[in-house]
């Protein structure tokens, strides 16, 4: 596991996070949305077995990917709410809290991922950039593309994973998370709704 996450992390970097002109993609690149999508319906016991699974990899993966990451605690997967699974979602997301080494006493990070089914999420990378302002687009180096955006009336940054299969796996934290980060969690095929 830990050689995986080294490898996926070096993968971003290498492939551009750090603003290479040679890694963005474009829509050419990249059609959307994929032509063999098959939208995934699971019972709430198939949704929290999986969100169970979701946590403890959370629990496993955050300190490595957060560089000293302590304290770390996922919330419950949800929709609208925490905790809130009903049969046939086509979505679950959650927020995990931690301490970063050096900050100040009672500073948190929060850092929210959203497993969504294939074809739920339905604009394209392009049509996304459209409404918010993107950064980037990278290859994930698994047949998909990570789409960078920030916003800056929330002060957040998120990296939005779309992948070959039609699922789309984003990530949100603050405009102080490295983008490298949050592309490293929303490109993790561990958060995936074809299992």
């Known amino acids: 596991m830990r050689k995986a996450m080294a490898a996926a992390l070096t993968g971003l970097a290498l492939a551009g996070l750090a603003g290479t002109a040679s890694a963005q993609v474009t829509q050419q690149d990249f059609p959307w949305p994929p ?26 993966t955050y300190p490595r990917i957060f560089a000293g990451a302590k304290f770390v605690t996922p919330g419950l997967w949800g929709g609208l ?16 809290r931690f301490r970063q080494p050096g900050a100040e006493q009672g500073v948190w990070a929060s850092v929210i991922t959203q497993v969504n089914a294939p074809g739920f999420f339905t604009d ?22 990570i789409v960078f955006s920030e916003d800056d009336s929330y002060n957040d940054r998120s990296a939005h994973n779309f992948r070959p299969n039609g699922e789309v796996v984003f990530t949100q934290g603050s405009r102080q998370d490295d983008p490298v980060l949050l592309g490293a969690v929303a490109s993790d095929r561990a958060y995936t709704f074809t299992r």
């Open 124 to 145: 394209s990378p392009e049509e996304f950039c459209a409404q918010t302002t993107c950064t980037g687009t990278v290859s994930d180096n698994q047949g998909g593309v």
């Open 81 to 96: 709410r925490d905790g809130a699974l009903d049969d046939g979602m086509q979505y679950m997301a959650n927020e995990v």
């Open 35 to 60: 032509r063999d999508t098959t939208p995934i319906h699971k019972t709430k016991a198939e949704l929290q077995k999986q969100a169970d699974e979701f946590t403890a990899h959370q629990l496993r």
